[in-house]
């Protein structure tokens, strides 16, 4: 989703979320998922609604997300 709606983003790891950048406009607190093995984690989809309006993305980010 971040490739498609926000091009240009930054990831950057911390010890329990990932940091998300775009432009000047930043998220900072997306969870990592459960501990343990953390590919591919389910996150909680207010975690991902919180960032596409904090990164002003939450248009093109409905297209991959089930919102009502």
Known sequence: ????????Y????????WCVTLGSA????LPKGPH???TNPSI???HI???ARQLS???CAKEFLQLK
Do not use: W
């Open 1 to 8: 989703m971040l490739d498609h709606c926000a091009p240009g």
């Open 44 to 46: 909680q989809i207010g």
């Open 49 to 51: 609604k919180q960032m």
């Open 36 to 38: 343990g093995d953390r």
């Open 10 to 17: 930054n990831l950057r790891e911390t010890k329990h979320h």
């Open 57 to 59: 993305i939450l248009d």
């Open 26 to 29: 930043v998220y900072p607190t």
